[in-house]
């Protein structure tokens, strides 16, 4: 019975991507689109019956991390 309502669950997603309500792109372009806005470290698997990617991904922000110390004193900030 849980196959039929898979089944039947597929065929309608399939259907509404057709008139544009879902949209799906193959892993590759997922992936390129990830790189593209600066994803790392990118790893996928393909799951629940074969019919959706676990995508695990890691932003690579472009911050730098400042190693001085800031301290309040007074109604001052100071970097030391």
């Not at 799906?24 to 790189?35: A, F, S």
Request: overall charge positive; charged content about 20%; aromatic content about 14%.
């Amino acid at each position: 019975m849980v196959s039929l309502v898979m089944l039947w669950q597929s065929k309608w997603l399939i259907e509404q991507a057709k008139i544009g309500r879902f949209y799906y792109l193959p892993i590759e372009e997922v992936i390129e689109l990830l790189r593209k806005v600066n994803f790392t470290d990118i790893s996928y698997k393909l799951t629940y019956a074969n019919l959706a990617w676990i995508v695990s991904c890691y932003l690579q922000t472009k911050l730098k991390v400042s190693e001085k110390r800031c301290h309040k004193s007074g109604g001052n900030w100071l970097t030391t």
